[in-house]
DNA sequence: ATCGGCTCGCGCAA
DNA sequence: TGCGCGAAGCCGAT
């Protein structure tokens, strides 16, 4: 057992099993994964075959054409390299409810183990609360998402300030390759069940055949997928990472990575990221660059907290001022007031607003600066500070690639004050940091971005992603 | 253009 | 117990 894994029963293992059994929920690759290779261990020491099962269902909330796009995108090749390691790979698409929802216990049914991705938000935390008593195996979670392992860390931690030392002490233990484990036993058995065949081809298929929101479209920008994701971090190496520290907070500058969509569905890791960075730059002053900071201390803040609290996507989990002082500024007057729908259509009297939500329809994402504002925005003309809460998060669920994510969550509640300080009181925010319009047109290019996104509305072309 | 004040609380030094 | 300083700011004074 090691800091990334966690036994989620005391079910003692099958005896006559067949093969140890990964259940890729959120770490959707076969590279760089410590949880495949966990189980690639688990396989050899009881000398069986590993399989791998990947599950896709129409029945999560918000499932759409954007989701199922970018995932079913994957397949193909995590079943190629999969296959070349000798290594079982099923792929089950749950097309309708009329579907059977047990393909996982059919699999598990002859597995003598099951291991899991150990995810602290959104469905794969519900499953892990729930599928390790509906099963007669040992049932492990482990740790694939993070650099330093959530284990690491004793507590919920208060803020970046308190949580980056202590990674700065431990990141040289972990800032290191995944090792790839053998297996000795090829898999060679025939199951029961079918697997849902995925060629590049028959993706757009596929996905119209579900019984799944087809209003949201797939995003303009990302491709989903192994090859597409190395790609993106090939690129941002190469072109943008020089750049970063200066540009990162201006949108119309592309100078971000735009890993995210990939790094949530775990098609590539934040240590393959985090290495190749540390791979271009001096290595002693590691943590002096500022994409480490971002890639490491903020988003391992967000599994942080999000694997410390009950409920990720509630508004207890802010600080006792920022609810206090909301409460104070609860019946203040707002000059505007937005309904959701309002909001999901880009119909505010805000042309910046506008635009970075139309890149949130269109692209899947909003640019992290901007996205400050986005949210800052909701606070300010919703009725109520919990609606622009359940605003925020709707729409992120519904369209954002990097949606479901304790770095959503954490985004979200950072507008209201979580891992934030407090500023100098004004209406609707009382004390928690306001971000201005005037702020955005003194620190960015908001006419190159409005361009842009009106380029993008109107060609449904993504300049800076299509070759 | 630049700077200080705003305002709370964590964590460390003492 | 005191003190420095913090997830991305704003505003008014100079």
Redesign the pocket.
């Known amino acids: 057992m090691n800091d990334r894994v966690k036994a989620l029963n005391s079910k003692p293992a099958r005896e006559a099993a067949d093969y140890v059994l990964y259940w890729s929920q959120m770490n959707r690759r076969a590279d760089s994964n410590h949880a495949l290779e966990f189980a690639a261990g688990l396989a050899n020491q009881r000398q069986l075959p590993l399989l791998v099962y990947e599950g896709l269902t129409c029945t999560y909330p918000y499932a759409n054409d954007r989701m199922h796009t970018f995932v079913i995108e994957g397949v193909p090749e995590t079943g190629r390299r999969l296959e070349a390691r000798g290594i079982g790979y099923h792929f089950h698409l749950r097309r309708t409810r009329q579907d059977p929802n047990d393909r996982l216990y059919a699999l598990a049914a002859r597995a003598a183990a099951i291991v899991t991705d150990d995810y602290p938000t959104f469905i794969a935390r519900r499953h892990n609360a729930s599928v390790p008593a509906k099963v007669d195996v040992p049932y492990y979670a482990v740790d694939s998402s993070c650099i330093v392992p959530m284990s690491q860390f004793a507590?919920r931690?208060?803020?970046?300030?308190?949580i980056?030392?202590k990674i700065q002490k431990l990141v040289a233990r972990y800032l290191k390759p995944v090792e790839t484990v053998k297996v000795k036993r090829a898999f060679r058995l025939t199951l029961d069940q079918q697997a849902t065949p995925v060629a590049a081809g028959t993706v757009a298929a596929l996905v119209a055949s579900c019984d799944i929101d087809h209003s949201v479209k797939p995003s303009l920008s990302f491709t989903g997928g192994r090859l597409a994701a190395e790609k993106t971090l090939t690129e941002f190496i190469e072109r943008r990472l020089r750049r970063y520290t200066r540009d990162?907070?201006e949108p119309s500058a592309h100078a971000t990575s735009d890993l995210s969509p990939y790094l949530h569905f775990g098609q590539i890791s934040s240590l393959e990221a985090a290495l190749a960075a540390t791979a271009q730059a001096d290595e002693t002053k590691v943590m002096a660059d500022v994409f480490l900071e971002?890639l490491i201390v903020?988003?391992e803040?967000?599994f942080n907290?999000a694997s410390y609290v009950d409920d990720p996507e509630s508004m207890a989990n802010v600080?006792?001022?920022a609810r206090?002082t909301m409460a104070e500024h609860a019946t203040d007057k707002r000059d505007a007031v937005y309904s959701q729908e309002q909001f999901e259509n880009a119909a505010t009297h805000d042309p910046l607003w506008n635009a970075m939500q139309k890149e949130l329809l269109l692209r899947g994402k909003i640019h992290?600066?901007y996205?400050?504002y986005w949210g800052k925005k909701i606070i300010e003309w919703s009725a109520t500070h919990e609606e622009a809460l359940k605003t925020m998060i709707y729409l992120h669920d519904r369209y954002a690639l990097d949606g479901r994510d304790p770095?959503t969550y954490?985004?979200i509640l950072?507008c209201f004050g979580?891992?934030?300080?407090?500023?100098?009181?004004?209406p609707i925010f009382g004390?928690l940091?306001?971000?201005?319009f005037?702020?955005?047109k003194?620190?960015t290019n908001t006419e190159a971005y409005l361009k842009e996104i009106e380029f993008l509305e109107r060609t449904g072309k993504d300049p800076f992603r299509i070759a």
């Open positions: 507590k931690e208060y803020a970046a300030y308190t980056r030392p990162k907070n971002e903020r988003r803040l967000a907290f600080p006792d001022w206090k992290g600066y996205r400050m770095n954490t985004n950072w979580m891992h934030d300080r407090p500023w100098q009181s004004r004390m940091r306001y971000m201005s005037d702020g955005m003194r620190k």
